[in-house]
C-alpha cells in the first residue's frame, strides 16, 4: 500500500478553498493559500500500486518545470470491493486536457 499526500500547483487570478462541513455543504474560503499559484486541494488517500503516486508526480512537474496544463478529474468509485465510498483522481498532462490517467 502507498500512500498519497500531494499538492499540485497552478497559476489562478482567484484561490480559493472548499471546506465540508458535517452537512457535506462547501464554502469558499481564502486562508489556507499562500499565493496565486496554490491549487486549492490536496489529493490523499491509499492505493495499492506505487505508479499511482509517480502520475501525481509527473502532472507536479508538468505545471513547475514545463508551465503545462494539468487537468484533473473526480470520479466516485462504487463498484471498488475496498471501498465503495471511493474516489478516482484522473490526471491529464495532455495540452487538450482528454488523456486522463488514473
Given at each position: 500500500m502507498v500512500s498519497l499526500a500531494v499538492d499540485f500547483?497552478?497559476?489562478?487570478?482567484?484561490?480559493?478553498?472548499?471546506?465540508?462541513?458535517?452537512?457535506?455543504?462547501?464554502?469558499?474560503?481564502?486562508?489556507?493559500?499562500?499565493?496565486?499559484?496554490?491549487?486549492?486541494?490536496k489529493v490523499m488517500g491509499t492505493c495499492y500500486c506505487s505508479s499511482r503516486q509517480n502520475i501525481l508526480e509527473?502532472?507536479?512537474?508538468?505545471?513547475?518545470?514545463?508551465?503545462?496544463?494539468?487537468?484533473?478529474?473526480l470520479e466516485e468509485e462504487p463498484e471498488n470491493i475496498t471501498d465503495n465510498e471511493a474516489i478516482a483522481v484522473y490526471i491529464s498532462v495532455d495540452d487538450c486536457g482528454d488523456d486522463f490517467r488514473k
Open positions: 500547483i497552478m497559476s489562478t487570478d482567484k484561490v480559493g478553498s472548499l471546506e465540508q462541513d458535517a452537512d457535506h455543504s462547501q464554502e469558499e474560503t481564502d486562508t489556507d493559500f499562500e499565493g496565486p499559484d496554490t491549487l486549492p486541494f509527473k502532472g507536479y512537474l508538468n505545471l513547475n518545470d514545463y508551465n503545462r496544463h494539468v487537468y484533473a478529474k
